[in-house]
């Protein structure tokens, strides 16, 4: 069970890093963007068929993240000089990568247990450590490292990210997710903002993917299907438990999203009645039950507070009678 | 400062809507020049104020804005040279950032972007002096979000936005018209406070006759896509709406026909 949760927490870290690009795309610049599906997967080839080929692992993941970068600008591209519709541009942009993915692997599948990745260098440079550690927490899993690893990892994008948007450009690319026409009349270039947008969110994406090929050893065309979903679930979740008032919360709220819904998914999957193949499922109601309870406690609070008022002013009117 | 040569638009040219919306538009500022600009609905004003931003691409003529021509300039280049106030009091500011991060975007409309922060201690302690000149208090609430305030404070806070940065020409598109009359007698005066304090070159497109013959040392009246009517200096300052009535009349023959036309 520990170990469960420990994996889960884990894969949550490396997942982190997808639903931040999710976050910039959907929140910041307001781009419903479907590319995410495609542009993972294409960060798990790239790293993946790097590392084969002896790139080492810190240098293919760094590549991957140039992909996505370049496959996210594609679809800025698509729907700012191309005039198409958001969804559309990214539609259209998944389903071509699908087959740029295939390409660049030259299979559907890339097995990379036998190779060194970013996963095997850690766990070995702090296994000396291990031997200290299991003396005070005995039940601690092996790949401890791998948590600190993406705690430090997912902390430093974070960090990067608030600064970011707190810089000219990054002011800039925020307003272009709130009003257009305002940014457009103080000389910013909507299409380029929108493009560099993208282009960051899914250099993310492709980066968490890349890591995520190491992770769990292998890469695949098909690991990217609905990651889009699992992105908004995280960005979702993240924001209706630990609020957005603030850039920097709102960043926060979106990396622990992403934890908190890896370690429900390990969670329900324990439950006796469920099959793996449910997890799509499952994700669905969880987005659903995040976009719909905190809608419901908000009226309710509201109409508590509406009840109480009218109560109070009942009350006053009736000791006014009385009074007189 | 802004000179218009030919402007001629069409819109659904060829087509049963075809539309002349502005015919041979010939029109210059001198620096400091304040111009308002009336008109009934239809008459080409919004697609006079769109062709000098560059919102619109005009079908022939230059746009000039201080000896250089804009005319294929895109809409974000050429606004390093105009500032610009909407109609809607929720066009001109982003209303889920702060203040001061609305007034750093406006601070980048002439300096080129950067990696560097958008709000510096020095910038701050400049916007808290530029806010204060407001006199709405909204120099204290710098980390308030542009959504929370109300429609006069926003449009004060765009006027602002638009001009503090001095631009070469300013664009006031009917900028009170969705004000109640206290909030937009309010925007009227800080537009005036502020025209005069940087010496700003304006065009102001209004449905208030009153405030066309109040404000500015130019007034332009427009009908048809045509310049129909032009006062300034002594005769401008003598002019009265009822003046401007009769004066439409003679020339139109017609009854000063919109619904939208204010007469007082």
């Known amino acids: ?324 | 400062m802004l000179q218009l040569k030919q402007i001629t638009k069409v819109f659904n040219e060829g087509t049963l809507d075809e539309k002349v919306a502005l015919k041979h538009i010939e029109l210059s500022l001198q620096p400091g020049d304040f111009v308002t600009i009336i008109g009934s609905n239809g008459a080409g004003k919004s697609t006079l104020m769109n062709i000098i931003s560059g919102r619109l691409a005009p079908d022939t003529g230059e746009v000039v804005i201080d000896g250089k021509n804009v005319t294929t300039m895109s809409e974000h280049d050429r606004a390093r040279y105009i500032g610009r106030v909407f109609q809607d009091p929720m066009a001109g500011t982003a209303p889920n950032m702060t203040i001061e991060e609305n007034l750093a975007i406006a601070y980048n409309r002439t300096v080129r972007r950067t990696l560097q922060f958008g709000v510096t201690k020095k910038r701050r302690e400049f916007f808290k002096e530029t806010l204060a000149t407001l006199q709405l208090g909204l120099e204290n609430r710098l980390h308030a979000k542009v959504g929370l305030l109300s429609g006069g404070e926003r449009q004060a806070l765009s006027l602002l936005m638009a001009t503090f940065t001095k631009p070469h020409v300013l664009l006031l598109d009917e900028h009170t018209a969705a004000l109640d009359p206290a909030r937009a007698q309010l925007i009227t005066n800080l537009t005036k406070q502020i025209v005069e304090q940087y010496r700003l070159t304006t065009l102001m497109v209004t449905h208030n006759m009153e405030q066309a013959v109040q404000l500015g040392n130019r007034l332009i009246m427009m009908d048809g896509g045509q310049i129909i009517f032009e006062a300034s200096g002594e005769e401008k300052k003598k002019l009265t709406v009822e003046a401007l009535l009769q004066e439409f009349q003679r020339i139109r023959g017609s009854q000063f026909a919109s619904d939208r036309a204010v007469l007082v």
């Open chain 1, 1 to 324: 069970m520990i170990t469960a949760l420990f994996s889960s927490v884990e894969a949550g870290l490396l997942y982190a890093l997808m639903a931040l690009g999710v976050y910039i795309s959907f929140r910041i610049l307001d781009f419903p963007d479907l590319t995410v599906d495609g542009s993972f997967v294409t960060g798990a080839a790239v790293a993946s068929v790097l590392i084969v080929g002896g790139v080492n692992p810190f240098i293919a993941s760094l590549a991957a993240l140039g992909a996505g970068f370049l496959a996210g600008c594609a679809t800025g591209l698509l729907h700012t000089k191309g005039k198409i519709n958001p969804l559309l541009s990214g539609i259209l942009m998944m389903i071509a990568l699908y087959s740029i993915n295939l390409r660049i692997m030259d299979k559907p599948n890339v097995p990379l247990l036998q190779q060194e990745t970013v996963m095997t260098i850690i766990t070995t440079a702090f296994q000396r450590f291990d031997q200290a550690l299991a003396t005070f927490i005995p039940f601690i899993p092996k790949t401890w490292a791998i948590i600190v690893f993406g705690v430090l990892l997912v902390t430093i994008v974070k960090v990067v990210i608030d600064l970011f948007l707190k810089t000219e450009v990054g002011l800039a690319l925020r307003a272009v997710g709130d009003n257009k026409k305002m940014i457009a009349s103080f000389s910013g270039n909507t299409d380029r903002l929108t493009i560099i947008g993208l282009g960051l969110s899914n250099a993310l994406v492709a980066f968490s993917g890349a890591l995520i090929a190491q992770y769990s050893g292998f890469s695949d065309i098909g690991m990217g299907i609905g990651m889009i979903v699992i992105g908004l679930a995280s960005v979702i979740i993240g924001e209706a438990l630990f609020g957005a008032k603030t850039i920097v919360r709102a960043t926060l709220a979106v990396i622990l999203g992403a934890i908190v819904y890896r370690i429900v998914i390990t969670l329900a999957l324990r439950v006796q009645f469920l099959e793996t193949g449910d997890v799509k499922l499952i994700t669905a109601l969880i987005v659903i039950l995040a976009l719909v309870v905190p809608q419901m406690v908000a009226t309710r609070a509201e109409k508590q507070r509406k009840a109480r008022k009218r109560g109070a002013a009942v009350a006053s009117t009736q000791a006014d009678y009385e009074s007189v």
